[in-house]
């Protein structure tokens, strides 16, 4: 399985970005998608994740900013008034009998 992870980039304070992850390979059942976010020298953070039965979950700092959705083979993360602290490299995973991730993509919010 591979992950392909676009939509990064740089944008203003109170922007918006829409990350997608498109999986390819045997993607059959695909169970959770989900997102984590990294800056360099701090821990890594849980953003969101949605579940094959679409219920979602979100990290207390994107929660009502960020939209987490999901198609067949990918996930998708709407990303609204976004933050300078929110700038850090994004990366997309799918747990399908074992976890994968996507290459990272990264978000800049300059303020």
């Known amino acids: 399985v591979q992950l392909q992870a676009s939509g990064g980039g740089l944008v203003q304070a109170g922007g918006s970005l829409r990350l997608s992850c498109a999986a390819s390979g045997s993607t059959f059942s695909i169970n959770t998608m989900g997102w984590y976010r990294q800056a360099p020298g701090k821990q890594r953070e849980l953003v969101a994740f949605i579940t094959s039965g679409g219920t979602t979950n979100y990290a207390d700092s994107v929660q009502g900013r960020f939209t987490i959705s999901r198609g067949k083979d990918t996930v998708y993360l709407q990303m609204n008034s976004l933050k300078p602290e929110d700038t850090t490299v994004y990366y997309c995973?799918?747990?399908?009998?074992?976890?994968?991730w996507g290459q990272g993509t990264q978000v800049t919010v300059s303020s």
């Open positions: 995973y799918i747990d399908h009998r074992s976890r994968y």
